[in-house]
């Protein structure tokens, strides 16, 4: 019999929603493979967590965010690319957490996720910051597309290209923070690459790029939540092959366009 907690229910979706979302703009400013990189960050923070007893997603969550701080700080200073420094803090994330985690049977779900209930605060946690994601992408989509194509002009119209930089990478790290508790570690970037790269092969606009890439996170984690019931599998991997399907779906008509 499936039985789904409904907090957890509520705030997978809505998580995978602001995931399809974020996906989209990483796609477009080549960050997809950051994703993947930047959620290891949160490995120290987590390991400390379950080190001292307490809420490893809390730990995980305080490594994100001062990662995140890093991440802007070295790239004003440096003017080195954002996939560059991330690449950085990912190899010493993962050193420093390979040290803090004592036993292998708490790397499970934390590298693979799962979906063990979801507790009243976690719930009132991530509910706010996922509409929050939605909003801020929603809201700044246009702008955030102009000072992808070129800073210049994002200034000659008076956008706040420093403000929406930073905005945006704490946009990209609060998607990781909520994604960690279904996806895991290891997996939590796929779902920030593969709805936008399925969406990109279909896509003709901004806006029907947006709707796909959250539809297929949606769904994804819809059918991953079941399949993992059903199945008895981990949840992570679950959801990543169901996105993977859509992907090889998409990708068969924009291959036939392009013959």
Excluded: C
Excluded at 37 to 44: I, N, R, T
Excluded at 47 to 72: D, F, K, Q, R
Excluded at 160 to 165: F, I, K
Aim: glycine letters at 8%; charged letters at 10%; a neutral charge.
């Amino acid at each position: 019999m499936i039985s789904i907690d409904p907090y957890s229910f509520i705030l997978a979706e809505l998580t995978a929603i602001a995931l399809g979302l974020v996906g989209s703009f990483a796609l477009m400013r080549r960050m997809t493979l950051a994703g993947d990189a930047f959620s290891h960050v949160a490995l120290p923070g987590i390991g400390l967590a379950l080190l001292y007893s307490l809420n490893p997603v809390l730990g995980g969550a305080l490594a994100l965010i001062l990662g995140t701080l890093i991440v802007w700080r070295v790239e004003k200073l440096s003017h080195l690319n954002t996939e560059a420094i991330i690449g950085v803090l990912f190899a010493v994330s993962l050193a420093l957490g390979a040290l803090a985690f004592e036993e292998a049977h708490e790397l499970v779900e934390t590298l693979f996720g799962g979906i063990t209930p979801v507790s009243v605060y976690e719930f009132l946690f991530g509910v706010p910051i996922a509409l929050f994601v939605i909003w801020f992408i929603l809201k700044n989509r246009h702008a955030l597309v102009l000072s992808l194509i070129s800073k210049d002009l994002a200034k000659s119209a008076a956008l706040p290209t420093g403000r929406l930089q930073f905005l945006f990478l704490v946009v990209f790290a609060l998607t990781v923070i909520l994604g960690m508790k279904f996806l895991g570690v290891l997996l939590m970037g796929s779902l920030i690459i593969i709805p936008a790269a399925a969406a990109r092969n279909i896509a003709k606009n901004l806006q029907t790029m947006l709707a796909i890439s959250s539809g297929v996170a949606f769904v994804s984690v819809l059918s991953g939540m079941f399949a993992s019931q059903l199945f008895a599998v981990e949840l992570g991997p679950a959801i990543i092959i169901i996105a993977s399907v859509f992907f090889i779906a998409t990708l068969i008509p924009h291959l036939a366009r392009k013959a």
